[in-house]
Nanobody, 122 residues
Framework: QLVESGGGLVQAGGSLRLSCAVS????????VGWFRQSPGKEREYVAG????????YYKDSVKGRSTISRDNANSAVHLDLSSLKPEDTAVYYC?????????????????WGQGTQVTVSS
């Protein structure tokens, strides 16, 4: 089970921390990613971290203002977003995939959270 938290309403330029709590699986065996979808747009892959944390991916539009991290002690993955823009407004989903490699690609995520809304006002 994946449960997101941390979304909300924030002004442009502000920051948020999104968290994804993973339960029911050996956390160390899973790569975790963050995706987002806004109305009328396709879902996009925002950031991802491999099973050990060795490999990390960021979408170009959030690179430099976001940080993804694993909290192995609490089986959670965090996505810190800063310098938020109205175009970051979306429902953010975390997703996990079992991997024996340090794969951090956008495909193959089998388990999804319910999503958390992030709204950035201008």
């Amino acid at each position: 089970q994946l449960v997101e938290s941390g979304g909300g309403l924030v002004q442009a330029g502000g920051s948020l921390r999104l968290s994804c709590a993973v339960s029911g699986r050996p956390f160390r065996d899973y790569a975790v990613g963050w995706f987002r979808q806004s109305p009328g747009k396709e879902r996009e892959y925002v950031a991802g971290v491999s099973r050990s944390g060795k490999n990390i991916y960021y979408k170009d539009s959030v690179k430099g203002r976001s940080t993804i991290s694993r909290d192995n002690a609490n089986s959670a993955v965090h996505l810190d977003l800063s310098s938020l823009k109205p175009e970051d407004t979306a429902v953010y989903y975390c997703a996990a995939k079992f991997r024996v490699t340090e794969d951090v690609s956008s495909n193959g995520h089998d388990f999804w959270g319910q999503g958390t809304q992030v709204t950035v006002s201008s």
